[in-house]
Nanobody
């Protein structure tokens, strides 16, 4: 019954920054890791970043490592994705995910739209 709620998306210009947030609907929430995927129009869903909930190990898609930063707030059970120097190719629906294990998603958020104009 747990739901992941994303926020922070929007329409921005190339070079701008956005900070996405994802919080579970239930306070009593536990997870192995949380992270983000994105799906551009007409393309497959792709992994963006993830962070473990206890050890704070982070993982990134190699093409995004220099511009995107994932972080978490254990007290709020919230995960963030700081996106800098946004490019038009970053345009996609960004989905929050809760992992029960490595590469094993237990819950998905509904997604938040990020649109970057040239």
């Amino acid at each position: 019954q747990v739901q992941l709620v994303e926020s922070g998306g929007g329409l921005v210009h190339a070079g701008d920054s956005l900070r996405l947030s994802c919080a579970p609907s239930e306070r009593t929430f536990s997870t192995y890791a949380m992270g983000w995927f994105r799906q551009a129009p007409g393309k497959e869903r792709k992994f963006v970043a993830a962070i473990t909930w206890t050890g704070t190990s982070t993982y990134y898609d190699d093409s995004l490592k220099g511009r995107f930063t994932i972080s978490r707030d254990n007290a709020k059970s919230t995960v963030y994705l700081q996106m800098n120097s946004l490019k038009p190719e970053d345009t996609a629906v960004y989905l929050c995910a809760s992992f029960r294990a490595t590469m094993d998603v237990a819950f998905w958020g509904q997604g938040t739209q990020v649109t970057v104009s040239s």
